[in-house]
T-cell receptor
Framework: QKEVEQNSGPLSVPEGAIASLNCTYSDRVSQSFFWYRQYSGKSPELIMSIYSNGDKEDGRFTAQLNKASQYVSLLIRDSQPSDSATYLC???????????FGKGTLLTVNP | NAGVTQTPKFQVLKTGQSMTLQCAQDMNHNSMYWYRQDPGMGLRLIYYSASEGTTDKGEVPNGYNVSRLNKREFSLRLESAAPSQTSVYFCASQRGGTYNEQFFGPGTRLTVL
């Protein structure tokens, strides 16, 4: 199993819908998790971090972590065309705190 | 507070030329990283520096060298550029310890002809 895997997409949702992005991970990256948003031609921007089981909400974004099932997800409520971007999932584990990134999921929100 | 800065933004090299990519952070972070991003390959770690005075290889270190000049600055050097090194290069910094979010610079788009 790859250390961090994302559903490859692309994902297309209508404006106002909920976009759901998912990520699974291996035992090697089981401590902390992060979601980054990357617009085309730009650098990754941190939007959420989650360290413990359960949900974490920040505005329209909710990160969910389930360590028993080894998955982490990002929900975007009331999706806007400005949310159209590639979303990267990242995890870290062990003592060196390096991040391992998934390959990303391209989200398109259609007006 | 500029965060993470990188220079240059764009560069075109001929095969065999050398160059150094510069990265600086003003967040007093301990760890710094160099990644490359290629279509379909995601972000791949080239080298990292967990703290001032230390550097370690990442996933794809061949053809690169790094220098952690001080706590703020971490440079990436291509000694003899090859077309396979055409990519977008990102520098990132991380506070370290239990706070391991990484923050990225704007990137350098490098083309090797």
């Amino acid at each position: 199993q790859k250390e961090v895997e994302q559903n490859s997409g692309p994902l297309s949702v209508p404006e106002g819908a909920i976009a759901s992005l998912n990520c699974t991970y291996s035992d090697r990256v089981s401590q902390s998790f992060f979601w980054y948003r990357q617009y085309s031609g730009k650098s990754p921007e941190l939007i959420m971090s989650i360290y413990s089981n359960g949900d974490k909400e920040d505005g329209r974004f909710t990160a969910q972590l389930n360590k028993a099932s080894q998955y982490v997800s990002l929900l975007i409520r009331d999706s806007q065309p400005s949310d159209s971007a590639t979303y990267l999932c990242a995890g870290s584990g062990g003592s060196n705190y390096k991040l391992t990134f998934g390959k990303g999921t391209l989200l398109t929100v259609n007006p | 507070n500029a965060g993470v800065t990188q220079t240059p933004k764009f560069q075109v090299l001929k095969t065999g030329q050398s160059m150094t990519l510069q990265c600086a952070q003003d967040m007093n972070h301990n760890s710094m990283y160099w990644y490359r991003q290629d279509p379909g390959m995601g972000l791949r770690l080239i080298y990292y520096s967990a703290s001032e005075g230390t550097t370690d290889k990442g996933e794809v270190p061949n053809g690169y060298n790094v220098s952690r000049l001080n706590k703020r600055e971490f440079s990436l050097r291509l000694e003899s550029a090859a077309p396979s090194q055409t990519s977008v290069y990102f520098c990132a910094s991380q506070r370290g310890g239990t706070y391991n979010e990484q923050f990225f610079g704007p990137g350098t788009r490098l083309t090797v002809l």
